[in-house]
């Protein structure tokens, strides 16, 4: 069965801040989510925060992008990410590419050497820049990542295509067989920006996106949990995803 | 040619409450109309309403699912509606699959049976739930419909997919085959819903998702029709609708 | 590398009312773009506007259409616009097709002879009129074109399939082969219409729009141009076009 995870993020800055991702793990595990992923932007202090939470997610997000401006290997900032995913005790670490380019396809090598030392599996989120997240950046970089030997999968965010102008359904056909996490955001359109909602209420047609994905891979909610029983919203909305 | 009806909840259920589904029919006719499908869920007495309106409607529309919760086959509710469109002298009967499951495969057996002893066709739409609007469940739905030697046709529906989250062009796309009628709807969405507008007001692709469907099947008229001068506007809508 | 156009109209009415369209080109080029698309609708004497911007534009876009009420060439319409972007030295007039129908294929042959006199290459253009902006139209005519030995191009507008109901990445597909030249346009939809916006604003798939057509055509901002600077609006705005 498909598992579902949380991300933390979708209790919001203002919630996490106030509880610590421990008190949303703790939340979401108890609304029926399988695991969480933790979010490396929302924590404030990495080295008190993170051992708390060993055990109760399956996934860590990094905020740092794997390139970095100039087209270099960031491999420190894969290292933190690397240590932060270990301490958690979860399986996979998240980033997107950051300013991968063509001049970057020598240290996919070093990207190997590295991720053979470790048991954590990246896998690359499309994000909402043009560099890291448009269709033809993402299959530039898988292609690279294929010609050097590197066996990586995708997490594939179904809103971030919206921002950048992409059709995600067009996406989902072309990233399918990369797709190793899904991460499940609805979206609508306010005059001057996009914002992510509930499945339920985007207007893109989000069960044909998802239909378009593999199956049997995990999904996460990410996108924002409100109300005043955020108990019983969290946990209709994990039932919705189980549903699907 | 192809010919027009008005679905006559487009009138709307103060307009339908005040005046009657005949009143309403009496005006699409004179509005144009080559014919009207009645609505089940807009009369207050069957037996006193339908005779009346009899030779006027080419369709009936059942509000009752084929299949009752727990999928099996709701022949009372079949019964009723074959009774209904036979008092219209309508030649079909719209019904959508209710609960139908897989469970409920058994029982296709007892709808062609049943279906053998009127002239009266019933064609299945495509509604606003999981279960009886989502694509895998009509695709599933006419297969299994196939493999019971059953010929069954398809109302589509163009709006209701946006529901659901579901491609309305791609659905066109994988069941045109089975279309034997189309509910023309155009959408919009509100911050909080779906709404259905006139078709030239829609934000689907609605040209395109008409030509992936028959061109000579009849077409409904399936959103609000409102205005100081009713009359004029279902006039203005069907010639719209006759023009494509 | 593409060449980056704006046609004069993303000013505005008010704005080329008060400063002329050659202030508008000189400001365009001021701003990074390689060239202008001059406006017929915007001209108030085309005898005194039209010889002092010779050399600053590229296209000349005719408000006329090219087939007339009834369906014949508006051959009078085509010679006022290859004057008019003879005058400015334009290598292009950008006109619709206006009313042309299965009646006017015959006319095909003096099109092609009058188009024969002349260096300025005419590209048709989809409006948002039904008859000379839906897809089934385009094709048509396109197809008419060939046969009657006619190597037209066309301008192909991104955003105004929206108005028609047309799926434009489906349009982008259909037409690629004829594209020789881009109205780059996003989209939004208020309550009652829709409105063009800077593409980065857009709610239509515009990347992989631009994606399915030709790359090595000239692209034209088609969308308002406003801000206190509007110098500066510019520049971004070519900048952006530029970068993709």
């Known amino acids: ?6 991300s933390l993020s979708s209790f919001g800055a203002a919630e996490t801040g106030r509880h610590g991702q421990l ?24 080295a008190t925060e993170l051992p708390p939470m060993a055990g109760l997610a399956s996934v ?3 905020p740092e992008g794997l390139w970095a401006e100039g087209g270099w290997l960031d491999s420190a900032a894969l290292k933190r ?47 909402q820049t043009v560099a890291a997240g448009s269709l033809p950046a993402m299959l530039a970089f898988f292609d690279a990542a294929d010609r050097a030997g590197l066996d990586l999968g995708m997490t594939f965010d179904m809103g971030n295509w919206h921002w950048l102008g992409e059709c995600p359904l ?14 499940c955001k609805g979206v609508q359109r306010l005059p001057a ?36 029983d955020l108990m019983a919203v969290t946990r209709d909305q994990v039932a919705l995803l189980r549903s699907l």
């Open 23 to 46: 008190w949303c793990a703790q939340l979401a595990r108890a609304a029926g989510a399988d695991s969480v992923e933790v979010r490396g932007e929302l924590l404030r202090d990495a």
């Open 193 to 228: 920006k996009w914002v992510a909602v509930p499945l339920a209420d985007s207007v893109a047609p989000w069960r044909a996106v998802l239909r378009a994905l593999p199956g049997d891979v995990p999904r996460a909610i990410e996108y924002p949990l409100v109300g005043d």
């Open 170 to 183: 067009r996406a989902a056909e072309a990233l399918a067989r990369r797709v190793r996490y899904v991460h």
């Open 81 to 127: 990410g690397i240590a932060a995913a270990t301490t958690l005790g979860a399986q996979r670490l998240k980033m997107s590419i950051g300013a991968f380019g063509p001049g970057s396809h020598g240290s996919l090598w070093g990207l190997k050497v590295q991720l053979a030392e470790t048991r954590v599996e990246l896998v690359i989120e499309n994000d």
């Open 60 to 62: 860590y997000s990094s």
């Open 1 to 6: 069965m498909t598992s579902v995870l949380i």
